[in-house]
């Protein structure tokens, strides 16, 4: 016999024996392995696994006999497609925030070894950014909400875009490698970044990463400002507000959503790209 479950319908055991083989995707899973997992006998777990095989769901390799999820199964979710991209998820955010704070709120978004801003919603002071407006670009690393994405990478990826971006970092004259470093572990201390570099004069910001269902950052929110209204005393409010947010996105995120693969195609009809060069001003290429 079956031991005993609340769902003992044969959908919900096939929704088991789906999530059950997504935690075992990178090595595959045995039969053995997937009945403990899901309270189900062999017998059973094995005539599931082959309904998935047989609709393309499923795999299993001839020669270790492990199954996994096949390409149809995750091709067929990128198709069901997003129907909150990243941009529409996060805009209620951003203006409630705006709202709240009376200052400047930026989305940026990871593009390869850089930060996009995806978008912005503004406050009642003009400020500067090292994005500029929306589809601006900064390396990795540059201003608090770049810098708290390269923070909250995994560790192998954060090392590569150190490595490759710590040349680029260094054309603004207050970094190095030591700083670079010393100022992620800051971060992933705190959960933000706010350390004021005086790049851009007169002018403040706080960011906290947005991380997915598997925890790595694949975009941030922050709030750009002037110096005086960002102080010791109203930094913890402000923190605070951005990490209730970012935590509230980051489980909606779609994870096939095309904007965190490919940002600059979401902007079609958006204001040219800008990018910042040394000194803090931001340049529109033509």
């Known amino acids: 016999m079956e031991p005993a479950s609340p769902s003992t319908g044969g959908v919900?055991?096939?929704?088991?024996?789906?999530?059950?083989?997504?935690e075992v995707q990178a090595e595959g899973g045995r039969v053995t392995q997937?009945?403990?997992?899901?309270?189900?006998?062999?017998?059973?777990?094995?005539?599931?696994?082959?309904?998935?095989?047989?609709?393309?769901?499923?795999?299993?390799d001839e020669r270790s006999k492990l199954y996994r999820l096949s390409i149809d199964f995750?091709?067929?979710a990128a198709k069901a497609g997003n129907p909150g991209d990243l941009r529409s998820l996060c805009r209620p955010a951003l203006l409630r925030l705006s709202a709240s704070l009376g200052d400047s709120i930026f989305l940026l978004v990871r593009s390869g070894f850089d930060a996009i801003c995806l978008d912005r919603s503004e406050g009642p002071f003009p400020i500067r950014s090292f994005t500029g407006d929306i589809g601006g670009?900064?390396?990795?690393?540059?201003?608090?909400?770049a810098l708290s994405i390269l923070a909250?990478?995994?560790?192998?990826e954060r090392e590569e875009v150190i490595r490759f971006n710590l040349s680029r970092v260094r054309e603004y004259g207050v970094y190095d490698?030591?700083?670079?470093?010393?100022?992620?572990?800051?971060?992933?201390?705190?959960?933000?970044?706010?350390?004021?570099?005086?790049?851009?004069?007169?002018?403040?910001?706080?960011?906290?990463?947005v991380l997915d269902r598997e925890g790595r950052a694949v975009a941030a929110l922050s709030v750009g400002t002037i110096a005086a209204r960002?102080?010791?005393?109203?930094?913890?409010?402000?923190?605070?507000?951005?990490?209730?947010e970012a935590a509230a996105i980051g489980p909606r995120i779609h994870p096939f959503d095309a904007t965190l693969r490919r940002p600059t195609q979401s902007l079609a009809g958006q204001q040219p790209e800008q990018r910042l060069v040394p000194g803090g001003t931001p340049v529109t290429p033509h």
């Open 177 to 209: 490698e030591v700083y670079l470093r010393t100022e992620i572990e800051r971060v992933r201390q705190t959960g933000y970044a706010a350390r004021n570099t005086g790049l851009l004069e007169g002018m403040a910001g706080v960011g906290v990463p």
């Open 34 to 60: 997937l009945a403990r997992a899901v309270g189900l006998t062999q017998g059973t777990t094995h005539r599931l696994l082959q309904s998935l095989v047989a609709e393309g769901m499923a795999e299993q």
């Open 152 to 156: 909250f990478l995994p560790e192998a």
């Open 137 to 145: 670009r900064v390396a990795l690393g540059v201003g608090q909400g």
């Open 230 to 244: 960002l102080n010791e005393d109203r930094l913890p409010t402000v923190v605070e507000l951005l990490k209730r």
């Open 74 to 76: 995750f091709a067929l």
């Open 12 to 22: 919900p055991r096939m929704f088991a024996v789906i999530r059950a083989l997504a």
